[in-house]
Nanobody
Framework: QVQLVESGGGLVQPGGSLRLSCAAS????????MAWYRQAPGKQRELVAF???????KYADSVKGQFTISRDNAKNTVYLQMNNLKPDDTAVYYC?????????????WGQGTQVTVSS
C-alpha cells in the first residue's frame, strides 16, 4: 500500500506560480505511472499530467506549455510546476500512482491539495 501526500497548494494571484509535491511512502522507481489530477467545484476529476517510469511525460491540452511534471526517484517525490496560473486552474489537485504487478493493477491516491487562483 503506497501512501501519497501532496503539498504546495495555496492561494496565488493570476499569473503566479506554484509547485506541488507528492511524496510517496515507498520507492516510486518501479511505479509505472505517476500522475496529477484535478477536480474543480461541480466538475469531474480530470487528468492534468502523467509521467512514466521511463520519464515520458504527457499533458492535458489545457495545461500544455504551462505545467511541467517531473519525478525524483531518489526522493520518492513527484512534482507539478504550475506557471502563469489562471482562475480556471482553481481546483483540488490529487496525486495518483498506477502500478502493474503480475497483471494486476494497483492504484493509489493522495488526499489532495487545494489550489486557488484569485486576485
Amino acid at each position: 500500500q503506497v501512501q501519497l501526500v501532496e503539498s504546495g497548494g495555496g492561494l496565488v494571484q493570476p499569473g503566479g506560480s506554484l509547485r506541488l509535491s507528492c511524496a510517496a511512502s515507498e520507492s516510486i522507481f518501479n511505479i509505472n505511472v505517476m500522475a496529477w489530477y484535478r477536480q474543480a467545484p461541480g466538475k469531474q476529476r480530470e487528468l492534468v499530467a502523467f509521467i512514466t517510469s521511463g520519464g515520458t511525460a504527457k499533458y492535458a491540452d489545457s495545461v500544455k506549455g504551462q505545467f511541467t511534471i517531473s519525478r525524483d526517484n531518489a526522493k520518492n517525490t513527484v512534482y507539478l510546476q504550475m506557471n502563469n496560473l489562471k482562475p480556471d486552474d482553481t481546483a483540488v489537485y490529487y496525486c495518483n500512482a498506477v502500478d502493474y504487478r503480475a497483471a494486476t493493477k494497483y492504484e493509489y491516491w493522495g488526499q489532495g491539495t487545494q489550489v486557488t487562483v484569485s486576485s
